[in-house]
C-alpha cells in the first residue's frame, strides 16, 4: 500500500529556533500534500494544503510565515516552523494524496515537537 | 460548512463486547464520510468510507458503519472488541471530491480484560 514517511519522528527545540519537518511519498507521486496539527487528546486541525510547484494554501488563522510549507517534488513536502515558541509544541501531521477526487488520503506517522 | 460530532471523550468495553462509536455530521451536501484509527504518537488510518451506493460499509479489523441520512449519522460497530482495538478513532466528512476533511474531536477507546 502507499506509504508516507514523516521525518523526524520527535524533535526537541530550543525557543527561537526553526525546526523543519519532511513528509515524504514513497511509493507514489503526491499531488496534493496536507499539514495537521494535533493537541493532546483533541482532534487534527488543518493548517495548509499544498500542491506540488505551488504556493501552500493556508487556513484561516495559521501564520503563512511562521509555519513555512514548501511541496517542490511530487514526493517531498516540508514544514518549517520558525522562530519556534513553546506554544508551537504540539503534534504535526502530514497526509498526502496522490491524484484528484475520491483519491484516499494516506497519513504520516506524525512529528512531535517539543519546543523548550 | 461542514462539520462532525462525536460526543463524549472516551468509551470502555470489555474484551468480546459489542463496539458501538458514534459519530453524527452536518453537511448541506451528500457527504462524505471516514472514520480513521490513531494509535499512540502514530499518524492515521483509513478504517472504512462512504462516498455512495451501499450504505452499510464494511472495513478493515472487522468494522463496519452504516450511513443513514435521516439520522445524520455515521456510527461505527464492530460486534467483538478485541484489546488491539484500544486507540483513538477520529470520525471525518468531505462534502466534495476536491473538499478538505473535516474531523470531529475523537473518542478513546479502552478495552478491558
Known amino acids: 500500500g502507499a506509504v508516507v514517511s514523516q521525518h523526524p519522528s520527535r524533535v526537541i527545540c530550543k525557543s527561537g529556533t526553526s525546526v523543519k519537518i519532511e513528509c515524504r511519498s514513497l511509493d507514489f507521486q503526491a499531488t496534493t500534500m496536507f499539514w495537521y496539527r494535533q493537541f493532546p487528546k483533541q482532534s487534527l486541525m488543518l493548517m495548509a494544503t499544498?500542491?506540488?510547484?505551488?504556493?501552500?494554501?493556508?487556513e484561516q488563522g495559521v501564520e503563512k510565515d511562521k509555519f513555512l510549507i514548501n511541496h517542490a517534488s511530487l514526493t517531498l513536502s516540508t514544514l518549517t516552523v520558525t522562530s519556534a515558541h513553546p506554544e508551537d509544541s504540539s503534534f504535526y501531521i502530514c497526509?498526502?494524496?496522490?491524484?484528484?477526487?475520491?483519491?484516499?488520503?494516506?497519513f504520516g506517522n506524525g512529528t512531535r515537537l517539543t519546543v523548550t | 460548512a461542514q462539520s462532525v460530532t462525536q460526543l463524549g471523550s472516551h468509551v470502555s468495553v470489555s474484551e468480546g463486547a459489542l463496539v458501538l462509536l458514534r459519530c453524527n455530521y452536518s453537511s448541506s451536501v451528500p457527504p462524505y464520510l471516514f472514520w480513521y484509527v490513531q494509535y499512540p504518537n502514530q499518524g492515521l488510518q483509513l478504517l472504512l468510507k462512504y462516498t455512495t451506493g451501499a450504505t452499510l460499509v464494511k472495513g478493515i479489523n472487522g468494522f463496519e458503519a452504516e450511513f443513514k441520512k435521516s439520522e445524520t449519522s455515521f456510527h461505527l460497530t464492530k460486534p467483538s472488541a478485541h484489546m488491539s482495538d484500544a486507540a483513538e478513532y477520529f470520525c471525518a466528512v468531505r462534502t466534495g471530491a476536491n473538499s478538505k476533511l473535516t474531523f470531529g474531536k475523537g473518542i478513546t477507546l479502552s478495552v478491558r480484560p
Open positions: 497526509s498526502a494524496r496522490s491524484g484528484q477526487g475520491d483519491s484516499p488520503l494516506h
Open positions: 499544498s500542491n506540488e510547484g505551488s504556493k501552500a494554501t493556508y
